[in-house]
């Protein structure tokens, strides 16, 4: 098998800007959005082509490029996406593990720039706001705010896009298989509750299966991931066998249109 190089950080701060040139009034993915986006099409029960794949990262109301857009910046993108979408199948493969792009808060605290920094070998290049507004700066109630819980914080982005993923190929969600109902809620605990079944989940999964620090969250993402590939990869490389409505025809056997010749000699000289 060939070895899927990864994204170095200056090709994932490059995609970020790439991507954040996406022409409005289209909203396209951030980095970490993106990342999880990515893994959530690798765990689908069915194998999912690049150009089905591709153009919802660009909007996610699901429009369509112009016609005019730059033909080297789409192929730029397509690129470099594609080389990290098999970085991600090769890791979870092979290794069972993968680095996803999530928010550093660390180097968001310190001032970093854009609030940006990198978890192991995943650079977050998305353009999250900072932490701290500036004194004198009025806050817009209507923006979406951050959550105070730096758990949440980090991995929001990430989850996010992976349910983007789940929604726009909703094969994963229609298995009927608590294992995998089991495994996405441990991955959708950090999304916001909106309603109380979804309250009562992440309250038990925090009595259950608490998360100390981002680390072990982070950890605990990756393995849930890597679980929800292995308990679709059979659905996914699954060949339909085909399937015969009467038994095989000998070479030598009488053809079955009636015609009295031999099979070899009439329909199967063909």
């Not at 954040?20 to 980095?31: G, I, K, Q, Y």
């Not at 098999?86 to 979870?92: E, G």
């Amino acid at each position: 098998m060939s070895i899927a190089h990864d994204l170095s950080d200056a090709e994932f701060d490059e995609l970020d800007e790439l991507l954040a040139l996406t022409p409005e009034p289209l909203e396209a993915l951030d980095a970490s959005m993106l990342d999880g986006y990515l893994a959530g099409v690798l765990v689908q029960p069915r194998l999912i082509p690049i150009e089905e794949w591709l153009p919802p990262i660009f909007d996610y109301e699901g429009r369509a490029l112009p016609d005019d857009i730059d033909p080297a910046w789409l192929a730029r993108i397509r690129g470099l996406v594609e080389r990290r979408f098999a970085s991600l199948n090769q890791s979870m493969l092979e290794q069972g593990w993968f680095y996803p792009v999530v928010l550093d808060l660390d180097a968001e605290e310190e001032g970093g720039e854009d609030g940006e920094a990198k978890t192991e070998a995943a650079t977050e290049a998305s353009a999250e706001p900072a932490a701290e507004a500036v004194a004198d700066e009025p806050v817009d109630p209507d923006a979406p705010q951050l959550p105070e819980d730096p758990i949440t914080r980090s991995l929001l982005p990430w989850v996010g896009g992976f349910e983007y993923a789940a929604v726009t190929f909703p094969d994963l969600h229609e298995q009927a298989d608590d294992n995998i109902n089991a495994l996405l809620a441990r991955l959708y605990r950090h999304l916001p509750a909106e309603t109380p079944e979804e309250v009562e989940i992440v309250k038990l999964l925090e009595e259950e299966h608490p998360l100390k620090n981002i680390d072990e969250a982070i950890e605990d993402l990756i393995l849930t991931v890597v679980d929800l590939q292995e308990a679709t990869e059979q659905q996914r490389y699954h060949v339909e066998q085909v399937r015969r409505d009467a038994p095989k025809l000998g070479r030598n056997d009488p053809c079955h249109c009636g015609s009295g010749k031999k099979f070899k000699n009439c329909h199967g000289a063909a």
